[in-house]
């Protein structure tokens, strides 16, 4: 195997994204999918093993520690934490197999949606969070070298921010590269919660992570009414 695709996944069967993503990645002999599941109740474990995917149960309600499970299932000497609901360009996956100089980075961030503010949202986190202060969300699909993830002790364990958390760690080891290619984000977050209700909210969670907020507190705030990631 050249690339370990790691998914962390909650009910994730009506994801169009999810399902687009595995439809792709199963298509590689050279793509290992290992989906870390937090006890979906849908057929989430059956879309998983018609891809072919290594399935894991995690009883932990944290988002990074799902990933860092995933982690120790890898077996590629590269690593993409996959978000469940972005999906990639097939150009950017056969990049990943074909170049054997990347440390860790993104993809370009994009969301299925022309809104204006989206667009703004997409181009602040290509251009200033992913290139000059080198924080990639997981929805930028994050790519590590084996060597270096485990460098930092694996994925962080955190229930909100572990992208973040990820990122400020790698930066201070190696470089970030994001990618040209596109990570095409689906906007549920912003379609359900109202688009400026949301982005509000994101920079309210913003505040609350840097005033180092309790994360399970944030967590449930951020996921109330929408259950995405974690169950409360």
């Known amino acids: 195997m050249k690339l370990s695709v790691i998914f962390s996944t909650f009910n994730e069967e009506k994801n169009q994204f999810f399902n687009e993503s595995l439809e792709l990645l199963s298509k590689y002999q050279e793509i290992e999918i290992i989906i ?29 520690k799902r990933l860092d499970e995933g982690l120790h299932l890898s077996t590629a000497p590269l690593i993409l934490f996959h978000h469940p609901r972005s999906k990639l360009e097939a150009s950017g996956v056969e990049y990943l197999l074909k170049s054997e100089d990347l440390l860790w980075g993104g993809f370009s961030h ?15 986190s290509n251009n200033v969070r992913a290139d000059i202060r080198e924080i990639f969300y997981l929805d930028h699909c994050i790519y590590c070298t084996r060597s270096l993830i485990k460098s930092i002790g694996g994925f962080p364990h955190d229930s ?31 379609k359900t919660n109202g688009e400026w209700r949301q ?34």
Not at 53 to 62: D, E, G, H, Q, T
Not at 116 to 124: E, K, M, N, P
Not at 179 to 188: A, D, E, G, R
Not at 211 to 227: C, S
């Open 36 to 64: 870390v599941d937090y006890h979906s109740t849908d057929k989430t474990s059956e879309i998983a093993k018609s891809a072919n995917a290594i399935f894991k149960l995690s009883s932990s309600n944290s988002r990074g």
């Open 110 to 124: 994009k969301f299925d949606s022309h809104a204006t503010l989206l667009s703004f949202t997409s181009w602040y």
């Open 160 to 190: 909100i921010f572990e992208d973040t958390e990820v990122s400020l760690k790698l930066r201070e080891i190696a470089p970030s590269k994001r990618l040209p290619y596109q990570s095409m984000t689906s906007s549920i977050r912003f």
């Open 199 to 232: 982005a509000i909210l994101n920079q309210v969670m913003k505040v609350c992570y840097y005033l180092k907020v309790d994360q399970e507190r944030m967590n449930k705030i951020y996921e109330f009414g929408l259950n995405l990631n974690s169950k409360y």
